[in-house]
Nanobody, 128 residues
Framework: QVQLVESGGGLVQAGGSLRLSCAAS????????MGWFRQAPGKEREFVAA????????YYADSVKGRFTISRDNAKNTMSLQMSSLKPEDTAVYYC?????????????????????WGQGTQVTVSS
């Protein structure tokens, strides 16, 4: 089992920045990748960004590319999402996700089914 706890959400004005963190505990030695998804009211949960634990390959949704940066600290088993130039449409609950399974490709990255554990989420609200 892996437990995930997100932090860093809050209220920010458009154009501002926030940094989200996700702390993993439990069987973290089995981490293959971690990612961020978000869900706005009335919408489906969508992929935001992901990072391979070994090698550090990063992946981003087109909507956040150039504005968000994902990073990880292997020693501390934490992942972060630096969000800049925030827009009202970035308002959502942001979820941390963890994958333990090996993959020869990257098709799992953007799919909710590609992850094994989820955090409870942290609210990000961007005011206009």
């Amino acid at each position: 089992q892996v437990q995930l706890v997100e932090s860093g959400g809050g209220l920010v004005q458009a154009g501002g920045s926030l940094r989200l963190s996700c702390a993993a505990s439990g069987r973290t030695f089995s981490t293959y990748a971690m990612g961020w998804f978000r869900q706005a009211p009335g919408k489906e949960r969508e992929f935001v960004a992901a990072i391979r634990w070994s090698g550090g390959n990063t992946y981003y949704a087109d909507s956040v590319k150039g504005r968000f940066t994902i990073s990880r600290d292997n020693a501390k088993n934490t992942m972060s999402l630096q969000m800049s130039s925030l827009k009202p449409e970035d308002t959502a609950v942001y979820y941390c996700a963890h994958r333990t399974r090996y993959s020869s490709g990257s098709s799992y990255v953007t799919s909710m089914g590609g992850y094994d554990y989820w955090g409870q989420g942290t609210q990000v609200t961007v005011s206009s």
